[in-house]
Structures are given as structure tokens and as C-alpha cells.
């Protein structure tokens, strides 16, 4: 399994999208592109299609959580559009992971990458135990559901890069970690609480960066993109 830095396109249209992604028409590497809710839900399955056609690599997250007949004819659609990735919150327990898979294998036996978003990153361990009555600490509630999610055959999970290490200890090396929450060690932290920089990330062992402003808001996206990729991959 490759390591890669996902570029989280928070856009608002396919315009803004396209005039970002027009900068790297030049690059022999090209990014890994994170699809979010407000881009999906502005511009629907059709901006998937187009991106996929300009040759890159698709994360389509969307954080799938209800019954899991639901989930399951969901990730049926979601799979036909060929994204290399997809997700889904485990709190919707195996069940729920397990119909996604189902949904998400085409019969070739082929299916995207499917991770599970454990507790996100803006939830607090207090408003965790105060206000879902989950009792547990939130680094137990994260591990356990990430064995969850693996139980259920799922490929890994989104995580902040601090968790990772926790996370592989758990359920192995080969369980796939997806971390954003990235800066550049002299960058701008924003409204990220828990930050790496991608350096600090690959030695902790994420398996895929996720990130957004430090290169879609920089003066020169590009040069910002190739410094992750040095610090991550090369
Ligand atoms: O701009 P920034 O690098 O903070 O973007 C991080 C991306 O990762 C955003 O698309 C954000 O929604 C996503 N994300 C996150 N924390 C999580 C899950 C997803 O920052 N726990």
C-alpha cells in the first residue's frame, strides 16, 4: 500500500475546483483528491466523473451512517462512480460496516477502500461522555472502534496522526490510517487543535495525509503540495 497526500478540495463549486486543480496540469504526480459533503452536495456525482477523467485519484467523503440496508444501497451508487476511497462512521456499529462493504464490492470482487470515521476530531472527551453517556475514555472508544471497523473487514480509519500509532497497535500494521489535522512545521495551525506536520506524520506511520488550506489557501499551491510529498513520501 502506497503512502500519498489527499488533498481535501473544500470548494464550494466546480469551478473553484477546476481553476485549483488546473494549477497541477503539469505535474508528473498527480493529487490524490478528497471530495467532501458541500462539493458533492453543490455539484452531485457529476464532479466525481470529471475529476476521475482528469486522472486523479478520488477520496469521496461523505461519513455514511444510517440502517444498513440504507448504507448498503448507498455504497452500491458510490461504488459505481469508481472512487478509490469512501467512508463511513462506525458508530453505526459492524452491522452497518458490514452491508456497506457488501454494497461497496462490484461483482468483479473489486471494491474502493473503505474507511471508518471512529470519534471525530471536533468531539471532545467531555461532551463524548456527558452528552452520548459513552463512559469510556475517548483514546479507548477510538481503538475500539477501530477494532470494530476492522473486525468488520474494513481497510482503516480516519484518525488524527496522534492516534495513529495507538490505532496500528491495535489492529495492525496493515490497517490503513487516513489522518488530516496537517501544518507545515512555520504554518499557520487555523482551527485544527491537534496538528503534525507531514515530516512528524509519516514517523508516527499514517498511511495517507489529509490536507486542505496549507496548500489550497497557499501563495503558490503547487510548491505546497511538492513540500508535503517530500516531507511525507520521498
Ligand atoms: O484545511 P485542513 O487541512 O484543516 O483540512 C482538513 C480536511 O480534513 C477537511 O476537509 C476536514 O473536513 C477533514 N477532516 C478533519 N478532521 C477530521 C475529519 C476530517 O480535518 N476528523
Do not use: W
Amino acid at each position: 500500500m502506497g503512502k500519498d497526500v489527499i488533498v481535501a478540495c473544500d470548494f464550494s463549486s466546480a469551478k473553484a475546483t477546476f481553476d485549483f486543480l488546473d494549477l497541477f496540469h503539469k505535474e508528473e504526480r498527480k493529487p490524490f483528491v478528497k471530495i467532501g459533503m458541500e462539493l458533492y452536495y453543490a455539484e452531485g456525482p457529476s464532479i466525481v466523473r470529471e475529476i476521475k477523467k482528469r486522472g486523479h485519484k478520488i477520496f469521496l467523503d461523505l461519513k455514511l451512517h444510517d440502517i444498513p440496508n440504507t448504507v448498503k444501497k448507498a455504497m452500491a451508487v458510490l461504488s459505481s462512480l469508481d472512487v478509490d476511497m469512501t467512508n463511513l462512521h462506525a458508530a453505526g456499529t459492524g452491522k452497518m460496516m458490514e452491508a456497506a462493504l457488501e454494497g461497496l464490492t462490484k461483482e468483479d470482487g473489486t471494491r474502493p477502500l473503505l474507511i471508518a470515521v471512529t470519534q471525530l476530531t471536533s468531539t471532545s472527551e467531555e461532551r463524548m461522555q456527558n452528552e452520548l453517556l459513552i463512559s469510556a475514555s475517548i483514546n479507548d472508544t477510538i481503538v475500539k472502534y477501530a477494532e470494530n471497523a476492522n473486525a468488520a473487514g474494513l481497510d482503516g480509519v480516519v484518525c488524527s496522526p496522534l492516534e495513529a500509532g495507538m490505532v496500528k497497535k491495535a489492529c495492525g500494521k496493515d490497517f490503513i490510517t487516513v489522518t488530516p489535522g496537517v501544518r507545515f512545521a512555520d504554518g499557520d495551525v487555523g482551527d485544527q487543535a491537534r496538528v503534525t506536520t507531514p515530516k512528524k506524520a509519516k514517523e508516527i506511520g499514517s498511511d495517507y495525509i489529509v490536507v486542505g488550506r496549507p496548500i489550497t489557501q497557499a501563495t503558490d499551491p503547487v510548491a505546497a503540495y511538492r513540500r508535503c510529498c517530500n516531507e511525507f513520501i520521498d
